[in-house]
């Protein structure tokens, strides 16, 4: 059972795979009640104390706690806030490249790409490793900016190798490496991998999409129909 009415707090790696949160960058989880600190690192949390409800206590302390349960009804209050410990960062330079069966059905790419970020490797389809070629290689991300469409990569490369951006793959993000476009593949299920040249500086992620209202203006002017 995932609620612990001894400890009076919830489980949640009982209830969730929290490794699929860590790999994808989820770094802070909220609670209106105490969770399990296995894998989580409390951060905040209202001033009572989480057992002020034991069983052992005596009737003032069992009242006081739901008067305090009462008022939150028209006024929450504070809530418990934990880290995840060991989240995936935004960006990394993958330690190796394994392959991935075409196959495969959806639920095991997902696990097996977890797992994979986890271990900050990249986990990508076996044709696009037949199509990238050899990347074998290190790369280290220095820095991540978030820029205004998408996100600036300051990387380290003695020798080539791929960067993963933990954000996930859609057809609307482009990519390019020292200003030279770079093409995105799809790396551990969900997220984007880039291959690097030896000695590059800096990637750039950009998402662009158009707006329906600039599509329809387009449409428009094309057709002669818009003066």
């Known amino acids: 059972e995932a609620w612990s009415r001894k400890d009076l707090e919830i489980d949640l790696n009982s209830l969730a795979r929290t490794e699929l949160l860590r790999a994808a960058n989820v770094q802070y989880v909220f609670s209106a009640i105490p969770i399990k600190e296995e894998g989580f690192h409390l951060v905040s949390s209202p001033s009572y104390p989480k057992k002020i409800h034991d069983m052992h206590r005596g009737w003032e302390d069992k009242l006081r706690y739901y008067k305090r349960q009462f008022k939150k009804i028209d006024k929450f ?12 960062p935004r960006a990394f330079g993958a330690v190796a490249i394994a392959k991935g069966s075409d196959q495969e059905e959806i639920r095991d790419s997902i696990f097996r790409g977890a797992a994979a970020a986890l271990s900050r ?14 990347i074998s ?9 978030k820029t205004k469409n998408g996100y600036a990569l300051k990387i380290h ?6 960067v993963v951006l933990n954000v996930p793959f859609t057809s609307y993000w482009r990519a390019s490496v020292d200003r030279v476009e770079a093409r995105i593949t799809r790396a551990n299920f969900i997220q984007m991998m880039v291959k690097i040249p030896k000695g590059a500086e800096k990637v750039e992620f950009s998402y ?20």
Do not use: C, H, W
Request: proline share 2%; aromatic share 10%; no cysteine.
């Open 137 to 145: 290689g290190q790369v280290t991300v220095k820095n991540v900016k």
């Open 77 to 88: 209050g504070k809530i418990y806030i934990y880290r995840l410990q060991d989240a995936v």
């Open 208 to 227: 662009d999409r158009q707006m329906l209202r600039d599509f329809l203006i387009r449409k428009l002017y094309d057709s002669g129909k818009f003066y």
């Open 157 to 162: 490369a003695p020798s080539k190798g791929a």
């Open 121 to 134: 490797r990249a986990r990508i389809a076996e044709t696009d490793a037949l199509s990238l070629g050899d």
